[in-house]
């Protein structure tokens, strides 16, 4: 696969591993499915799990596009636009992210 | 003094970041331009505009042109008369001065080829023995022939400079404000993350509903910590890169002896030679030199072309020429230097693999100028300096509207240094770029003219930021943030259309037709740059009718006589 591709599956797993960051947290997952009922402790953990596993697969696919170097800087300025257009939908879009939230 | 840790931790972070945060504004900003540096070279000297190319020969193209290169005369007259041994007799003539040393550089990024001279003094005074004359030079590096390099480059020789340096020169004093600010920048990071109380729960939070205070506290919350990282590795790479040079430059001073002594151990044991031997030599092919660094960087496993290159003791038997590799392919600077006898081609030396220190101190200094070729990285550290122009830009704001509501005496003028700073800069940098395009090539002195209007822009910007504030001492809006903001509209249309008309390459060319894409992502940005900016306006124009309305609707009304009955 070329670097390009494997950049853009890096960019995807980090979006949707913020995602599932950010609805970790009660406030955020209120936002995108107003008047659904307050998850349990372990739908929270649920997804701050899931929203790890997404980074480091963000992570190893930055690593199969560029050498180690290169590849952690892609990977930490990847979050960073991740969290700010994550930031931005639920400021303006929240209900975007409601399938996230079940 | 204050009654918690936290507390004295929130007057640490405002008035560091209120004192140094228009310096850092301007480091972030410019910064933020200079990863694109090279392509605005390209947008601002037309004749430049063709693509990138490898190293050229050096034998049939840069030779022949270093050869007939001269001292520069503005260096020579500033430096000979300190370089040069009195006692020795009267100086030697500018023209008959003789070539010590060749370098050349490319970068994938750069079409043009830096190339130049370093002339060595014929009698030294004593210590000046290491100094030489310079004599630089620009070619195209498809035919060899010389550029004019009296156009400035408004993006390496302007933006960039004036990113680390402030464009002061004078005594370093730049230099140094600008490692002020970002030890500034270090600590209010640090002073921002105590004092951000719900750091992890509100990492997401921006309510852009809320009143105006608050929103403005949001997202400079959010561009501060969603950038983290970025921020203090760039704070902190930028103090690393000058602490050996600029800001602690003891190899060059207290440690000098032992520098020297240091340079002459290392000549001894690379086989490198540090002095000239008096013998002449001729000059071996460096076009098979160069083809033998390439297939020693390909046997280990790291193929590349030729970055940089010197010859250095030019035409002296101790001659020897120095290649290192391009490392547009590693976040590291260039490196994997192969060094050849200069009069026989042989390999003498090949640098061994750095050392951890050396490796770190390589990695840290090669992450922040990039020198990389990695398209979306480059794209993504605009958006990190961005973001650091927003956090500071909404400190600012947040600042100015707590103690305007307080209704404190000085706010008025904070925020016209504000407004300044952000608006008056972007303005400043666009009015060079107009300027740029309108001004006749042919123009005597067409670099300083360019950076006079710079300034003077930026003064006129802080003119009108103090004349429209008085609006703050009444706590109205103060309309210079909307005004500049049309004003940013205007410059940003404007300079692509004098680039339009100046050179005929407009979007659709450079585009579809015949794509280039430095001049085309500059114009693209420009065109971003006015959408925003007019988007700004429009709804700071909303808010400020907002507030009239609110401030007319709050005025108590006197009960007319008679009503009601």
Known sequence: MSASLWLLLAGICSLIGIVWLALSLPSHAQQARRGATLPTGRQYRLRQYRGGVALVLAGVACLQADHPGMALLVWIMLQVLAALSVSSVLAWRPRVLKLFVR | MFSSFRLSMAWVHTWFGLVLGFVLMVCFFFGSLSVFDREIDRWAIPETRFNAEPMPSFDHVILPALQQVRADADDYARQMPVLHDPAAGTMTPREALLADRYWAYITHRDPVLATGVR??????????????????????????????????????????????????????????????????????????????????????????????????????NLSGVVALPFHFFFAFTGLVIFAGSIYLPVTHTVLR??????????????????????????????DAMMAEARRRWAARDMPGDVGYLVVHHVGDANSYVSLYRAGSDR?????????????????????????????????????????????LLRWLYVLGGLLGCVCITTGFVFYVRKRR????????????????????????????????????????????????????????????????????????????????????AVLAVTAVVANWISTGDHLIRTLFLDTYWP???????????????????????????????????????????????
């Open chain 2, 519 to 565: 001049v085309a992502g500059l114009d693209l940005a420009l065109l971003v740059t006015a959408a925003v900016a007019i988007a700004t306006a429009r709804r700071l124009s909303v808010a400020a009718r907002a507030k009239l309305t609110d401030d007319a609707m709050s005025v108590p009304v006197a009960p007319v006589a008679g009503a009601g009955t």
């Open chain 2, 405 to 488: 509501r307080e209704q404190r005496a000085g706010s008025g003028f904070v925020e016209a240094v504000a407004v300044t700073a952000v608006t008056g800069m972007v303005m400043a940098t666009l009015a060079m770029l107009v300027a740029n395009r309108v001004l006749p090539p042919e123009l005597l002195g067409k670099a300083d003219w360019e950076k006079g209007v710079f300034w003077s822009a930026w003064v006129l910007a802080l003119a009108h930021a103090l004349w429209r504030s008085r609006s703050a001492l009444t706590h109205r809006p103060t309309p210079s943030w909307q005004e500049q903001c049309v004003l940013i």
């Open chain 2, 119 to 220: 002339f060595r003094v014929p009698h030294p005074a004593a210590g000046q023995e290491a100094q030489r004359i310079r004599g630089d030079v620009v070619l195209d590096p498809r035919s060899g022939q010389q550029l004019r390099d009296d156009a400035l480059r408004i993006g390496s020789d302007w933006f960039y400079p004036m990113h680390y340096s402030l464009n002061w020169a004078w005594k370093n004093i730049g230099y140094f404000v600008v490692g002020l600010a970002a030890l500034a920048m270090l600590v209010a990071l640090i002073t921002g993350v105590i004092i951000h109380r719900r750091l992890f729960r509100e990492f997401f939070t921006l309510r852009p509903w809320k009143q105006p205070q608050r929103m403005t506290l949001d997202l400079h």
């Open chain 2, 331 to 375: 976040v590291a600077l260039v490196g994997e230097g192969i060094h050849f006898r200069a009069s026989s081609g042989e390999v003498i030396h090949e640098d061994p693999p750095h050392s951890a220190t050396l490796a770190l101190n390589e990695f840290l200094t090669g992450l922040h100028l990039q020198h990389f070729e990695h398209w």
């Open chain 2, 257 to 286: 002896p032992m520098h020297d002594q240091q340079h002459l151990i290392e000549a001894r044991e690379t086989g490198l030679p540090a002095a000239r031997a008096g013998v002449a030599a001729p000059l071996a092919s460096v």
